[in-house]
């Protein structure tokens, strides 16, 4: 796939899609890792003399202009990451914004408004999404699709965009993305951990089976692994389970061993009467489960049987908490296992949006090899889809 250190974008007009979906507050932003994670993007594309533009999306207004929606403190503070003046555009398709496209000299930066502000960048079909990327492309002599976190969405500025587009390019967010994922999909260093947490089955069925025939361990934590103990049948309590999934749990324990891939549950369990209580009821065996329980985080017997495990690997690939890890009460499990992987000398690679906030919570992220930037996009790529961001850059011939 064809990145942007591979073109010759001197005096080019470069219209650049970012992911800066990132979380407002009253209209200040609370988190600005996404824009941060840009930053290697455009300060190369106006160190070798390109024009930039920029567009994004914040929120789901729905096709409607929602002033509290707007992209404009994403410009001010891409201004001061930057170090220079980023122009605020009124929309991001029309005459207006032509205008200032072409007036954009090398060097400097536009910020196009809110993309979701038009239905069209998010029509289910080419018809529903019209001219939409056509007006995008014009603005630019090269599209460059640095926005993982949209990779998985067909919309108007991830797919119609490249395929209006003379000349068009991975960002080196969007690469790195790529690099880090087909790596541990393709050819990774072992033994190969994969670690999967979260609250349904159903929701991660799709990566645990395509994991399994590539990965040497599963471990399989949060209120998913209750399905799991049904099916070998535990008794869980008034845990959070998928009474309809256990056929489907009982199916993957046998491919798992099958296939000589490990798969590894929880042994103990920090357990709660009910999820928002202040401190944790105890500890118990996953075979000694009291009374109506709700098995919340994973114990210290699992998390030092995990660390066991993940202390032989080479590489580790981890989505989902151990636990209901926003209350502090249920969080040791899901920390500790943070804290482990990122103390290992193999290659760790963390995704999902509540795994990564977790990381950062946890102030953890300097230690991990690669943090994805996208949730549903990393989810879709461990499950073997092809996501349309790349489909669309291959057909342009990115």
């Known amino acids: ?3 942007l250190d591979q073109l010759d974008i001197a005096g080019k007009k470069l ?8 979380p407002l507050e009253g209209g200040v932003i609370k988190d600005d890792i996404r824009i941060r994670a840009s930053l290697p993007t455009l300060r190369y594309a106006l160190d070798k003399g390109a024009a930039v533009i920029l567009c994004a999306h914040v929120g789901n207004p729905k096709g409607q202009r929602a002033p509290e929606l707007s992209l404009e403190p994403m410009a001010k503070r891409l201004s001061e990451l930057l170090g220079l003046p980023v122009g605020m555009a009124p929309d991001c398709v029309g005459p207006e914004v032509e205008a200032l496209a072409t007036e954009l000299q090398p060097g400097q930066v536009l910020m196009l408004e809110n993309l979701r502000f038009h239905a069209e960048e998010q029509g289910k079909t080419p018809e529903a999404r019209g001219d939409f990327g056509q007006r995008l492309a014009k603005l630019a002599d090269i599209y460059v699709n640095d926005a993982f976190g949209v ?4 919309n108007a500025s991830v797919v119609d965009v490249p395929r209006s587009s003379k000349l068009c390019c991975a960002g080196f967010l969007l690469r790195k993305e790529w690099d880090y994922l ?17 609250a349904k089955v159903s929701t991660k069925l799709g990566i645990i089976q395509h994991l399994l025939p590539m990965v040497d361990h599963l471990v399989i934590g949060g209120a998913m692994a209750n399905t799991f103990l049904l099916a070998q049948g535990y008794y869980v309590g008034a845990s959070l389970v998928e009474p309809d999934m256990v056929d489907t749990a009982k199916v993957i324990l046998d491919e798992a061993g099958r296939m000589g891939a490990k798969l590894h549950l929880p042994v103990d369990f920090i357990w709660g009467t009910d999820p928002k209580q202040e401190a944790a009821s105890g ?3 996953a075979h000694n489960v009291p009374e109506g329980a709700m098995l919340l985080d994973i114990g210290p017997k699992s998390l030092l049987a995990f660390g066991e495990l993940l202390h032989t690997a080479k590489t580790v690939v981890w ?3 151990m636990g209901l890890f926003e209350n502090p009460a249920f969080a040791k499990g899901s920390i500790g296992l ?12 963390v995704g999902g949006g509540d795994t990564d906030s977790m990381v950062h919570e946890a102030h953890q992220e300097s230690k991990m090899s690669f943090i994805s930037t996208g949730g549903g996009s990393f989810l879709e790529f461990l499950e073997g889809k092809e996501l349309p961001a790349f489909t669309a850059l291959k057909e342009c011939g990115a």
């Open 15 to 22: 219209l650049i899609r970012v992911d800066y979906n990132v």
């Open 319 to 321: 989505n989902g908490p």
């Open 151 to 154: 990779a998985h969405r067909p």
């Open 1 to 3: 796939m064809r990145s």
């Open 182 to 198: 087909s790596t541990a999909m393709t050819s990774p260093k072992r033994p190969y951990v994969a670690i999967s947490g979260g």
């Open 338 to 349: 943070c804290k482990l992987i990122a103390n290992l000398t193999a290659l760790t690679i």
């Open 283 to 285: 500890i118990c065996d």
